[in-house]
């Protein structure tokens, strides 16, 4: 089982839509959450940290569920500028994050 | 303020060859990892510095070497490339984590494109 998961997608929606991704890790002793938006040959760029009692940026909310072990993304009033891949990504304690393989947003006119 | 830069952007190379990535930050971020990135897997870790002088195994070391003789540099082998090592190569930086606080943001390069034939 991988560490972290997450649905491929694409997820096709349209303009306005509100869409949301799930990602579900495999260590419960994961400390950190994170999703990072990557833009087609771009690198990764933080989009925002998941905290516990989850947290609001703009459109954007993510919440954690830690009895259930996974964390979500929702998106409001999609914009054809949030079509990217979006990683879900997880510190488990060790030196370094766990990346999801990420889920690729398609946002249509 | 450039961030993270990569060197070079694209590369092709022979199966035997040896090349040298060179991934450089202005933050003074203490660490620094290196990644590659292939389709349907997401990034894995090849290697990682905690700091100048010191660096250390991720996912996927076997091939790759690394070194870090400078704080704001960190250099990426491969002896003797092989077709599987064909991938996008992302190098990230960040600051120190601190004792009981969360993990800190990664800033990434633009990548390295590298085939090997």
């Known amino acids: 089982r991988k560490e972290v998961e997450q649905d491929p997608g694409p997820f096709n929606v349209p303009e306005g839509a509100t869409v949301a991704f799930n990602c579900t890790y495999s260590n419960s002793a994961s400390q950190s959450f994170f999703w990072y938006r990557q833009d087609c040959r771009k690198e990764p760029k933080l989009l925002m940290s998941v905290y516990s009692s989850g947290n609001e940026d703009g459109r954007f909310t993510a919440q954690l569920n830690r009895a259930s072990q996974y964390i979500s993304l929702l998106i409001r009033d999609s914009k054809l500028s949030d079509s990217a891949t979006y990683l879900c990504v997880v510190h488990t304690g060790r030196r370094a994050l766990t990346f999801g393989s990420g889920t690729r947003l398609q946002v249509q006119p | 303020n450039a961030g993270v830069t990569q060197t070079p952007k694209f590369r092709v190379l022979k199966t035997g060859q040896s090349m040298t990535l060179l991934c450089a930050q202005d933050?003074?971020?203490?660490?620094m990892y290196w990644y590659r990135q292939d389709p349907g897997m997401g990034l894995r870790l090849i290697h990682y510095?905690?700091?100048?002088?010191?660096?250390a195994k991720g996912e996927v070391p076997d091939g790759y070497n690394v070194s870090r003789l400078k704080k704001q540099n960190f250099l990426l082998g491969l002896e003797s490339a092989a077709p599987s090592q064909t991938s996008v190569y992302f190098c990230?930086?960040?600051?120190?984590?601190?004792?009981?606080?969360?993990?800190?943001?990664?800033?990434f390069g633009p990548g390295t494109r590298l085939t090997v034939l």
């Open positions: 510095s905690v700091g100048e002088g010191t660096t």
């Open positions: 990230a930086s960040s600051y120190r984590r601190l004792q009981g606080a969360g993990y800190n943001e990664q800033f």
């Open positions: 933050m003074n971020h203490e660490y």
